[in-house]
Structure formats: C-alpha cells, structure tokens
C-alpha cells in the first residue's frame, strides 16, 4: 500500500518515499529473510514504475535516484537481517547456558527439574507409566583435585558424564546437579531395570576415571533410586526418596546401589 502511494505522488520523487524504508525495515525485523527480501522487492519494483512513464530527458535522474532507493533500501535490510541472526544465536547460546553445565555439556539442575515437573504433570490417571529418578554420588572425588588440581578433576568429571551418557537407554535423562552429584530420569522402568541401570552408572564411573589415569584415586559411584508413583508422586518427595536411598547405600558402603524403601502413602 505505501509503495503503491509512492507510485501515485511521484515514485523516487514522492514525500512519503521515507515511508518505504520503513516498511521495508519492518518487513526484515519481523519477517522471515525471503518474505523480507520479497517485500524489498516489491516496494523498489512500484516505486520505480514511473520510469516506464518518464520523458527521456528525466530518465537519467530518476535512474540515479532509484539506484540510491534500492541500494539504501538493501543495505537497511541487510544490516537488519544480520543483527536479526546474531541476536537469535546469542539467544540459543543464552538458552544453553541456562539449561546445560558449561563443563560437562549435561543438563544442569534447573533442566533436571523442569523436565521431571513436566513429566508428571503429563502422566495420565488411572494409566501411570512408571519412572525412576536416581541420584549418583561421587565417591572419594575430592582425592583428585587434592592430589592432582582442580583442571584434573574438571577432566575427570567430563569423561564421567560422557560415560554416565553412553550407559544410558534412549530416551534417559542424565544431569549434572552439583559439583560431584548427577541424576538420572529413566521411564517405564520397573525396580530390577531401574537398579540394572544404576549398575552399569557404578561400573562406568569407575571406567572412565581409569580411562583417563586416575583409577589410583579409588572414584566410584555410589546410587540411590526411588520409583514414580510408588514412592511420590511430586518432584519432591521422589527426590527425597531417592537421597534417602543414596544415604543409605552410602551407610552400608560406597559403590553400592540402593532403592527406596518406604512407598509414600499416596
């Protein structure tokens, strides 16, 4: 419409020429970049139809000042499209880091407990579909930066949650909740699976700490586990559970596993 308004009071030479630049800006911020460059198209094409119309001898300016219209014009709309890109990628890195630990690359506390609140709200009645949320300690982790630095621990760590990753089925979830704890969300698992999974989380820890030539430092991984409805129903009583659990294998010795004993009465 504006570009058509261009046409009738006088294409390059028309006051609500600015008007264009406008549109066209809009157009790039809160378009996709081809319905962007559509609509620049559109606009510089009315607004130079004019020409078809001009006397020869005025032909040579109005080709000057289109030229001026569509280059001015394309440059708005490139600097726009551009800051338009930068700011969405510094919102997605925004995004990760909201999410995700910046060592391990897992998903942190925040995103552990999203996802978990959002699986229980979605989990139907009467039809539950079971699910086991561990909490995996770390055991003797304090020995590595002790005797070898904090950059040695921060290397240990990383290679323990690529193994916690690659034990894990698809579809499980693991994060990293704190310095030398992680969790792990599994779904339509039963008490033998969830404690399968919780084995194969001990013996990966201790690989990949020997992998990485810290066995002498005696990591390993200590697990505590509480099934969804069985013992909660809320994210916080099935964390509650599952560090019970946690305390309890760890009373009884480290590298063990331990479910929770006690169904809550819901």
């Given at each position: ?20 630049f ?27 139809s004019?020409?078809?119309?001009s ?12 030229v ?39 998903p ?6 999203d996802?978990?609140g ?9 039809v ?43 579809g ?12 792990l ?23 990949a700490?020997?992998?990485v030539?810290?066995?002498?430092c005696?990591?390993s991984?200590?697990v ?6 069985y013992h ?35």
């Amino acid at each position: 419409g504006i570009a058509f308004g261009v046409y009738l009071t006088g294409g390059t030479t028309s006051p609500l020429l600015p008007l264009v630049f406008l549109a066209v800006a809009l157009a790039a911020y809160f378009s996709s970049s081809p319905g962007a460059v559509l609509r620049l198209v559109g606009a510089v094409a009315v607004c130079a139809s004019p020409f078809l119309y001009s006397t020869a001898d005025a032909q040579l300016l109005f080709i000057l000042r289109f030229v001026a219209l569509a280059s001015t014009a394309g440059v708005l709309v490139g600097i726009i499209l551009y800051n338009k890109r930068q700011l969405a990628q510094a919102e997605k890195v925004a995004r990760e880091l909201a999410s995700h630990d910046a060592l391990t690359g897992l998903p942190n506390r925040r995103a552990f407990t999203d996802t978990v609140g959002r699986t229980l709200q979605s989990a139907s009645r009467p039809v539950v579909s079971p699910m086991s949320i561990a909490m995996i300690d770390l055991d003797n982790f304090k020995r590595v930066n002790d005797m070898f630095g904090h950059a040695a621990g921060d290397t240990v760590l990383q290679a323990i949650a690529a193994a916690l990753h690659d034990v894990t089925r698809p579809g499980d979830f693991v994060a990293r909740i704190g310095g030398d704890e992680f969790a792990l969300v599994a779904h339509g698992v039963d008490t033998s699976v969830s404690r399968a999974i919780s084995v194969r989380c001990v013996s990966a820890v201790e690989a990949a700490v020997a992998e990485v030539g810290y066995s002498d430092c005696a990591v390993s991984a200590t697990v505590g586990f509480a099934l969804f409805p069985y013992h909660g129903t809320t994210l916080d009583q099935l964390v509650e559970a599952a560090d019970s659990a946690l305390m309890d294998a760890k009373d009884g010795g480290k590298r063990r596993v331990c479910c929770a004993a006690t169904a809550s009465t819901a």
